[in-house]
Antibody, heavy 118, light 109 residues
Framework: EVQLVESGGGLLPPGGYLRLSCSAS????????MNWVRQAPGKGLEWISY????????YYAGSVKGRFTISRDNARNSLFLQMNSLRAEDTGIYYC???????????WGQGVLVTVSS | SYVLTQAPSVSVAPGKTARITCGGD??????VHWYQQKPGQAPMLVMY???DRPSGIPERFSGSNSGNTATLTISTVEAGDEADYYC????????????FGGGTKLTVL
């Protein structure tokens, strides 16, 4: 059974930093691309970052480019999101999602809450 | 950047057919994917590449994509189908980006 479990969320002040983790199990992690998708309170879904299976390629949404860094450790079946220079508008639930063949997201974690507030 | 447009809400009586649309410029030339999200839960893929159903998704769910509109159709709607539905594409026109529509709230009357 595919499982994705996020961790590392919390309450941070504006300008702060945070590292999210996503632990994967139930599939060959190194064979799949991975993504982070977030959802502000009461709002829709926003894709924010992608990393290819072998770490060679990363993409970011314009809203986080230069502030967030996606990475992975295939030996530890783990995905990460380093979030710097946090803003109030970064508040929301952050989901890790496995990438499907045609750049869709076929499995999702339960999400982790990040709150940026003074 | 590429924009996907969804109606904020759709209402349908139980047993009837719900059609949830996703508009975008020449969206028919792209692969469109659909997600269902119930309150307090993570999204779930219900349709990929326009009309393919993941395992476990009922045949009542179908999809189509042509011209400027992609459609997720739910036949014989049940109370348990009440949820938010999001369409999604991958855009490579300017930069590589995942793009979601704004979501449609399906209400079962």
């Amino acid at each position: 059974e595919v499982q994705l479990v996020e961790s590392g969320g919390g309450l941070l002040p504006p300008g702060g930093y945070l590292r999210l983790s996503c632990s994967a199990s139930g599939f060959t992690f190194s064979s799949y691309s991975m993504n982070w998708v977030r959802q502000a309170p009461g709002k829709g879904l926003e894709w924010i970052s992608y990393i290819s299976s072998r770490i060679s390629t990363t993409y970011y949404a314009g809203s986080v480019k230069g502030r967030f860094t996606i990475s992975r450790d295939n030996a530890r079946n783990s995905l990460f999101l380093q979030m710097n220079s946090l803003r109030a508008e970064d508040t929301g639930i952050y989901y890790c999602a496995r990438g499907g063949t045609y750049k869709f997201f076929d499995y999702w974690g339960q999400g982790v809450l990040v709150t940026v507030s003074s | 950047s590429y924009v996907l447009t969804q109606a904020p809400s759709v209402s349908v009586a139980p047993g009837k057919t719900a059609r949830i649309t996703c508009g975008g410029d020449n969206i028919g030339k792209r692969g469109v994917h659909w997600y269902q999200q119930k309150p307090g839960q993570a999204p779930m893929l219900v349709m990929y590449y326009d009309s393919d159903r993941p395992s476990g998704i009922p045949e009542r769910f179908s999809g189509s994509n042509s011209g400027n509109t992609a459609t997720l159709t739910i036949s014989t709607v049940e109370a348990g189908d009440e949820a938010d539905y999001y369409c999604q594409v991958w855009d490579t026109s300017s930069d590589h980006q995942g793009v979601f529509g704004g979501g449609t709230k399906l209400t079962v009357l």
